[in-house]
């Protein structure tokens, strides 16, 4: 997203849903780390978005490698059977990369259903 200018803020600022609870529990932390929340206005807008971009990647960057680890355990031998039960569920109309995708967010919640540990 672009920097905004002053004119189009006020738009921003209502296009984004505010969820009371959370914006409350913000209000109370940023009252309570004032020290903290000076710092992050002092910091020059290039770093800010820097830093909020360093924490999409490593976000994304973790969602990556559970899936590597999803794939692999899906992928051995002894998982077979589930993985061609999964498969059996997609639909034969979707296109093969979607396909794996359904899979794999299906292997996912499987993984989280059942309890499993993957090292």
Do not use: C, H
């Amino acid at each position: 997203m672009a920097i905004a200018s002053p004119k189009k803020k006020e738009e921003l600022a209502r296009q984004f849903k505010v969820n009371p609870e959370v914006d409350s529990r913000l209000n109370a932390y940023m009252k309570a780390n004032s020290d903290l929340v000076q710092y992050v206005k002092d910091l020059p807008r290039e770093q800010l978005e820097r830093k909020f971009l360093l924490r999409k990647m490593k976000d994304e960057e973790q969602r990556q490698g559970y899936e590597t680890k999803v794939k692999g355990w899906l992928e051995k031998p002894e998982q077979a059977d589930l993985a061609k039960s999964l498969r059996a569920t997609v639909s034969p109309n979707m296109k093969p990369e979607q396909q794996e995708r359904a899979v794999l967010t299906q292997a996912k919640y499987y993984i989280r259903n059942s309890k499993i540990k993957l090292g």
